[in-house]
């Protein structure tokens, strides 16, 4: 948390209120939040933000001074935010960044991350052009059918786990792998090699509606994530089995959600997503 929807929500918000503002500085409070790029701070003083993209969870800053491009990653992470300055902070000691900007309107983006698993990185072009390859996978919103069952094909493993690959599939996080994998009837721990035809178009249909779904209402409000403009996500309120355990199933097939425990729990009905379901 964030995810996908979360950024998303993020790079649309900053793209609307930013683009064309002039950089007048980047404040950085600790060393140690900047992965990449930290000496070549001073380059993005009077720079001029073009362009904002979500990849992933994380969110590209484009920059040009004097007709040369560099970017601002942000990673989310586990806990981070993009506010602006007129969204009040809570515990203002976890600001890290500031991105201070001239004229009308809104004058400053904060990076606010307390647990720090997210990082900032300061790139040129070559440098983004690595850092995606080595980081990144398909984008579950762009990648077409045949490239997601190619995708698909040339993996093993538990299907859970393969969603929340970022070097795979990239964006998907634990919420929104659980919700997905109700909806489209599929077990978390299915091979992925047994996955019929027709159950990778299911997932692939899912897949795709539930993230434009959670778009649409500004992404899920699971403890700390506000929008940059500080309004809460409410596809909270949509979530079918995620932090619903011991719930009766919201399909009404008589079972109750359960949970399974690992290094990150899955909710699932045992009986809408049965391990030998030939559906």
């Known amino acids: 948390m964030p995810e996908l929807p979360e950024a998303e929500v993020v790079a649309r918000q900053i793209r609307t209120r930013l683009i064309?503002?002039?950089?007048?500085?980047?404040?950085?409070?600790?060393?140690?939040?900047?992965?990449?790029?930290?000496?070549?701070?001073?380059w993005y003083r009077g720079a001029g933000l073009q362009s904002v993209e979500r990849v992933g969870k994380s969110i590209v800053l484009g920059f040009t001074n004097d007709q040369v491009c560099r970017y601002v990653v942000a990673e989310l992470g586990m806990t981070g935010l993009l506010l602006f300055q007129s969204t009040r902070t809570k515990h203002p000691q976890h600001v890290h960044v500031r991105l201070l900007f001239n004229g009308a309107g809104e004058r400053e983006l904060r990076y606010w991350n307390p647990r720090r698993f997210g990082r900032l990185s300061l790139l040129d072009k070559m440098g983004l052009e690595r850092y995606l390859a080595r980081r990144f996978g398909v984008d579950p919103l762009l990648v077409s059918h045949p490239?997601?069952?190619?995708?698909?094909?040339?993996?093993?493993?538990?299907?859970?786990?393969?969603?929340?690959?970022?070097?795979?599939?990239a964006g998907i996080g634990n919420i929104y792998a659980n919700e997905i994998l109700f909806r489209a009837g599929l077990h978390p721990n299915m091979r992925v090699g047994r996955l019929s035809v027709g159950k990778v178009e299911r997932l692939y249909r899912t897949m795709r509606e539930v993230l434009e779904e959670a778009i649409a209402c500004g992404g899920s409000s699971v403890r700390d994530f506000v929008a940059p403009d500080g309004?809460?996500?409410?596809?909270?309120?949509?979530?079918?089995?995620?932090?619903?355990?011991?719930?009766?199933?919201?399909?009404?097939?008589?079972?109750?959600?359960?949970?399974?425990?690992?290094?990150?729990?899955?909710?699932?009905?045992?009986?809408?997503?049965?391990?030998?379901s030939t559906k």
């Not at 503002?21 to 001073?42: C, F, H, K, M």
């Open 20 to 42: 064309g503002a002039q950089l007048r500085e980047i404040w950085i409070g600790r060393a140690d939040i900047v992965r990449e790029g930290y000496n070549t701070v001073s």
């Open 147 to 169: 490239d997601f069952v190619r995708v698909l094909r040339e993996r093993r493993g538990r299907l859970k786990a393969l969603l929340m690959h970022q070097q795979v599939i």
């Open 231 to 276: 309004t809460e996500g409410q596809y909270k309120r949509r979530h079918l089995v995620y932090g619903k355990e011991g719930q009766p199933c919201p399909s009404q097939c008589g079972e109750v959600i359960r949970r399974m425990r690992g290094e990150r729990s899955s909710y699932f009905c045992p009986r809408c997503q049965s391990l030998r």
